[in-house]
């Protein structure tokens, strides 16, 4: 017989910048490469592929905020049988990450009474990604 997946989940937290894997139980012979296919599902019901997301684990992005996120496994014996895809529950919707802070780099002279200036590159937290730069002064 062909092989096939007696259960697929997703485990994780549907968090922006968090892993999220799966739990299968595969049986019929030993497993070869198994295809998987990460998808991305809108309230409205408007499923598509997740380009790039072809492993055992993915982890959500800004463009994923908002969204119900699934994955779906071929399971492939070691001989190159397949069996039929299975699709698992949706996770989700996927909420923004906390912040967190890329680059920082403060500019000037540490010395008493000049100014100094910093410039910093963060993302998550809001529900955007893109590099924020901020200029700010400070006295010390």
Known sequence: ???????LHIVG???EGTTLRIEKTYWGGEEGDS????LRTSSDGFQSEIMGATGASYMPSIDDIGFFISVSCEPVRSDWARGPIVLSEQI???IP???????????GS???GQRLNFNAVYSGGSGFYYP?????????
């Not at 295809?35 to 990460?38: G, N, Q, S």
């Open 132 to 140: 924020m730069f901020i200029n700010s002064c400070l006295y010390v």
């Open 13 to 15: 937290n549907a968090v």
């Open 92 to 94: 989700g919707p996927i």
């Open 1 to 7: 017989g062909s092989p096939k997946l007696l259960s």
């Open 110 to 112: 540490m010395i008493e």
């Open 35 to 38: 295809v998987y296919r990460w």
């Open 97 to 107: 990450g906390p912040p967190t802070c890329h680059t920082l780099e403060i500019l």
